[in-house]
């Protein structure tokens, strides 16, 4: 600690996610900043990369403090502590959510113009995030990717506090954290390279990456055993 990058922080999540290396894992990043690692960590396990759709629900007067997330159906997660503490009224949540759920309905169409989503029913998935802070976004994107069904559902995650890694317990079958630092203000305070990722490069690393061509029912005999 502190990672050096990205990239860094993906290799070594790969290595601790190598038993499902062959087992044709569905890598889903959370964009825009876990794309790249994502991609990194769906190389090094063979399998097939992709991008669950979420956005934070930002604070109002305070866009970085998530309040809670939404996810591309419209589904929304609410952390029930930030709002109590802050008094955060329905038009304000209301108005955020159609805000960033028009951001997310313009990321799918930017993403994946030509193809439909990865479907994760009866697929191992690993849902990867470079760090997580209050958790809202893993969260949402965890809830979305379990109603879909798949076999296994991990979340692989840079760093993370303690409490959010036990929250996070409870909402997939495996968590994968590197570290779990005991003093936690920001993600970004545990990257020396934590630079911005934009929407042209995420856009970049799907274009490099094709669906493989496996049916239903080879991927449910790949990969939906649980291990």
Not at 144 to 160: D, N
Request: proline share 7%; hydrophobic share 45%.
């Amino acid at each position: 600690m502190p990672f050096h990058n990205r990239a860094e922080a993906a290799h070594l999540l790969a290595q601790r996610l190598i038993a499902y290396r062959g087992k044709h894992p569905l890598v889903l990043g959370i964009p825009r900043g876990a794309v790249p690692m994502a991609k990194l960590i769906a190389d090094a396990l063979e399998g097939e990369l992709d991008v669950v759709l979420v956005h934070k629900l930002g604070a109002p007067d305070f866009p970085e403090l998530a309040i809670g997330a939404v996810d591309e159906t419209g589904q929304v997660y609410l952390d029930p502590y930030v709002l109590q503490r802050l008094g955060i009224g329905e038009d304000y949540l209301a108005a955020e959510t159609a805000a960033q759920l028009a951001t997310l309905r313009t990321r799918r169409a930017l993403y994946t113009p030509i193809r439909p989503p990865i479907s994760p029913a009866g697929r191992l998935v690993i849902v990867v995030d470079n760090g997580i802070a209050t958790g809202a976004s893993m969260i949402a994107a965890l809830r979305a990717v379990r109603a879909k069904q798949p076999a296994k559902l991990i979340a692989a995650v840079a760093v993370a506090p303690s409490q959010t890694i036990e929250h996070m317990a409870q909402k997939a079958d495996e968590v994968v954290c590197l570290e779990t630092p005991a003093e936690f203000y920001a993600v970004g305070q545990f990257f020396e390279d934590f630079s911005q990722v934009t929407d042209a490069e995420v856009v970049a690393i799907l274009q490099q990456t094709r669906p493989h061509p496996v049916s239903a029912s080879s991927c449910g005999s790949r990969s939906g055993q649980r291990t």
